[in-house]
């Protein structure tokens, strides 16, 4: 099995992403760290890459000192570690994991050696900062071995971030640190690769200047050996620190004031401020020096990101000896963001990325053509718990609920090598409150439930539908009226907005152009969906629901402590009225499914039962359930899954037992179990059953669990009812946190199957199995 896309968000963290000279983005999604590849037309995620145990702070490429492309990456995470991941072929592995013991806020790394033959590592200088205040030093040798070779304390004083550089033509390797008094400390230490002797730090000097805590900073230097040292501020303000070797005379009595030295190895260096960038109206977040290249006429640049969502690129002015000037400013106007944390150039300079407070990244390309920067599709994923998925009854796309109060819908796009690639092309919901729900009720059409007691429908628009048409067929879209949708002031619900233009024309338009993926500024401003109705009757905060596979009637359930508020709701679809009330559990119903054939209803609750419906004319009746009396689950049920044939159904609780029940062996209102599978206590979370036959008689089930990982189970239900274990995902290959919903993409392919998947990480992921490699 591969993944075929993941969609996830970066941590809302200063110093959580980096972009290398090998092209690829990495940064912190939750616990794991994210490998993108940047691609023409839509990028995606090659690896996650998990082993910290909560969440990750700080992610950095490990730059070589000859320049060549990373093939390492340090992270920091909460869990107080630190882990250095090394490149082998295409996989990324831990090779270093460094005990810092407190909670790490940011991490620095200095290749002191050359790149050297495949079989060692270079030698590496490491700095971490802790929550604690402590500033850590560690050497990683050849081996890979680490060690701490030193600590530095500042009493009171915080440390708020770093960054390591060496000395232009020396030995020396220079250590800048921020405090939370608003200055800046130097410390210098030399270090021969030859010699055996540990690199030890001394205190070189101290900066100050700025009014507010030092949030991020950046070296560089030119091609005259001096040294640029640049800091951004939550004072707005941006200072630019020159390091160079002879002192320089100045006329300048307020210059000479700012001007400060120190001395390494006999030789004298001056600093001097070189300017003050003033043009963010909020706190600076990120400062990055755009690579110089090996042409010492290269313009230096330096990109910053702030608060104030813009991301602007200073240049020097060209007649005006030490004066820099705003050349490109980019960035957000309005909307519901809440500016950047981070900002990076890419590898070759006409690319810049910016990361936001909601996760969301930024991508701006500048055009020759048009000789301005245009906006490109990024990564992205919900920033939150993701907490439900469901797939359009013809697989054309899925559409996900989270806890980051959005919906998103997913769909591929086929390249000219006919290979899908993923992406998110609409947030129909943005909401008020966290989402725990939804189902489609038709391509058109999906029901959301939130931490609220209203159940809200949503009708597609006219915008959606072209947008989709690029993409598959959209014949049946014949009920969509609005053209798009928009949220009021102070409101919950999308109201409708009337044609702005002729839907053919705009059809035609988007016929002849190539699909352009739409932008993270487009997602979040112009894909809502209209909110056409709502339903009322719940007691309690809407939990779960589930839907009739031809769409006329859905079901609904409530938090609940009571049998009373326990009861499930059935609504008509065609009159939006409530039609019977289903009242048998004690507590919240946890999931529910109604079999393939639309003849069962199975409902699985926290009281550890799970109840059995069947149509009548009537409605909806109880035929079976669980008691306690016998019951094979001693714990919350926590999902249950139909069998495309609806002769079975399976139920998976908190005591690690999955158990396989038959819909024709109901005797008195209960069933003996067909077969139980014991995983020993590890609690599962999600099931969900193959939409086709792999061999007559054997099913395919698709088993998640609360620690991330799947499992692809047969199971043999003429042979005795044999388990056999097909495949199974790692934390790094599937999830490293709950896996909450579990669901095969419509087919008729008998030999290839999609599952997607949706986790407490923030993640969405999608793997292809071809039965075909798998040992059936």
Known sequence: MTTCYTACSCNRVPHCADWGI???????????????????????????????????????????????????????????TAIIWTRDRNEFRCTSVLNVESTVVFAESLQLSDNVPAVTLAKLLICTGAVNGNIKLWLREENADAKHIQSINFGRKLPICCRLTHMPNSTYSLLAIALEDASVLLYTTKFNAKSESEP??????????????????????DGNENLFLATGSKDSMIRLWKISKTAEESSSDELKQESYTFAVDDRQYDITLETVLCGHEGWVYGVHWQPIKT???????????????????????????????????????GGNSLGFYGCKFGPDGSHILAYGYQGSFHIWKYSQKMNKWLPRPTPGGHFSEVVDLCWEPKGRFFITASTDQTTRIHAPWKDN???????????????????T????????????????????????????????????????????????????SLGLTNKAMCHEKNDEDTKNSMMEN???????????????????????????????????????????????????????????????????????????????????????????????????FQTTDGGYELIAASFKKDNPHSRIIWCCAWTQDSNYFATGSRDGKVVIWSTSMIENNTIVPKTILNMQSQSITALC???????????????????????IQKINMELENVWSKLLEYDTSQAHHLTVKRLMFRPTNDLHNFQLASCSSDHSVKIYDIKLSSLEL
Request: net charge negative; hydrophobic share 40%.
């Open 22 to 80: 090998n092209g690829l983005l990495c940064f912190g999604t939750r616990n794991a760290i994210a490998i993108y590849e940047p691609r023409a037309h839509i990028g995606r995620v090659t690896h996650t890459l998990h082993r910290h145990r909560d969440r990750v702070n700080a992610v950095q490429w490990i730059k070589p000192r000859n320049g060549a492309p990373e093939s390492e990456l340090l992270s920091a995470s909460v869990d107080g």
């Open 200 to 221: 030890f730090f001394e205190r070189a000097q101290y900066l100050v200047g700025h009014e507010d805590w030092i949030t991020c900073m950046d070296f560089t230097w």
């Open 295 to 333: 042409d010492n006429c290269e313009t230096m640049k330096l990109l910053s990101a702030s608060i104030d969502k813009t991301m602007i690129i200073w240049e020097p002015a060209e007649l005006m000896n030490g004066i820099w000037t705003e050349t490109v400013r980019v960035g957000e106007v």
């Open 417 to 435: 090598d006919g290979l899908e690639q993923w992406h998110e092309i609409a947030r129909p919901q943005v909401h008020g409150y966290d989402m």
């Open 437 to 488: 729900s939804l189902t489609i009720l038709a391509p058109h059409m999906y029901v959301s439930g939130a931490d609220e007691k209203v159940v809200r429908i949503f009708m597609a628009t006219s915008a959606f539908k072209n947008q989709l048409l690029q993409l598959a067929n959209v014949e049946d879209f014949k009920s969509v009226k609005a053209h798009s949708a928009a949220v009021p």
């Open 514 to 612: 190539v699909y352009e993926p739409p932008t993270e500024e487009e997602l979040m401003q112009n894909t809502l969906w209209p909110e056409i109705n709502k339903l009322y009757g719940h007691g309690y905060e809407i939990f779960c629901m589930a839907a009739r596979h031809n769409g006329e009637l859905l079901a609904t359930a409530c938090k609940s402590t009571t049998q009373e508020h326990s009861a499930i709701l059935l609504w008509n679809t065609n009159t939006w009225s409530q039609v019977q009330q289903l009242v048998h559990h004690q507590l919240t119903v946890t999931q529910m499914e109604f079999s393939p054939n639309d003849k069962y209803l199975l409902s699985v609750s926290r009281d550890r039962r799970w109840a059995l």
């Open 689 to 711: 059953f193959a939409p086709n036959y792999i061999i007559q008689g054997s099913y395919l089930l698709a088993i998640g669990y609360e620690i991330g990982c799947i499992e």
